[in-house]
């Protein structure tokens, strides 16, 4: 007999051999188990741990430096692009802001003209 | 029905997809598949104790669940899935040693006696084979296991033991020897 055939004889020795079936108990165990993971899983889906991985991550690199350059083009030359017609920019004492504030140096006392004689 | 969805078997690999985005019945599938295989694995592996295939057959699958997208699907799932069952009685080897149970163990082996009578049962043979493995230890059994019971290639049995092919051939070679000498029926029967 041959190597090949000594294999086979051993091949069929050992696949015919029945050692029984496993506890059908743990199957049940492992689906139950299987829910619990998955329901916990389920929350982690929603959280926003996947999107800050991302964002952290060297994933994307190129898309990411393209979207913080366009964000500091925006916020920094964003003043170059106002534009508001109706405001003259320029020296012109007509239209001299002043200042309002309250002060009790400038406040008019009105004079009541009946009591006026009383005054002297 | 126009709209029927026609069963489609799944490989391995697929299911295992499958359970990473949360399928219970593909884990279903998967674990019927693989139940039984497992079982005897570590029945064998672990001193015919059912009591022990039961609680790693267990711990092996609790594994799976945890950690579906540990399994990286270039590669097989039967290799990927042995090699844990293999490192798990490994460690099983280890706390045995630790606790002392393997000198236990060497004082209870039973005595192996030679097979003379032709007409034993092939169940009787099987367990003989058995305890002739045990006289070489866990790594023998294991290569022998998943060759000849499993019918993994040589190449694959050398990735779940983490081994040279070359290694696992002569642990094979050994194996088959020291079986045929210890079993006159098998020594009739295996030429070298």
Known sequence: MNKKNHEQLLSSLLRNDHVGEPDKTIEDRLM???LLQNSRSKVKQNSFGNFFGWIFSAQGLGLKIG?????????????????????????????????LLADSAHIIQN?????KDSLY | MIFHKKDRV?????????????????FSELYSRYKGRMY???YRMLGNSAEQANDFLQELFM????????YNPAFSFSTWIYSIANNMCKNEYRRRVIRREYEQFEATEPRLDYVDDTSI?????????????DLLGEDHRSAFLLRYREGFSIREVAEILELAEGTVKSRLFYARKIVAEKLDYLKNEIEF
Request: aromatic content about 14%.
């Open chain 1, 32 to 34: 139950y188990s299987f």
């Open chain 1, 111 to 115: 004079v009541d003209s009946v009591r």
């Open chain 2, 63 to 70: 594994k799976l669940i945890e950690k579906p997208e540990s």
């Open chain 1, 67 to 99: 979207l913080v350059t366009l964000v500091l083009f925006f916020s920094v030359f964003n003043n170059q692009f106002t534009f508001e017609p109706a405001k003259v920019i320029g020296n012109d004492s007509i239209s001299n802001q002043r200042i």
């Open chain 2, 40 to 42: 005897y694995y570590f």
């Open chain 2, 121 to 133: 049962e092939p169940e009787q043979l099987v367990e003989k084979i058995f305890q002739t493995l």
């Open chain 2, 10 to 26: 799944y490989t391995d690999s697929e299911l295992m997809q499958q359970i990473v985005s949360g399928d219970q019945s593909a």
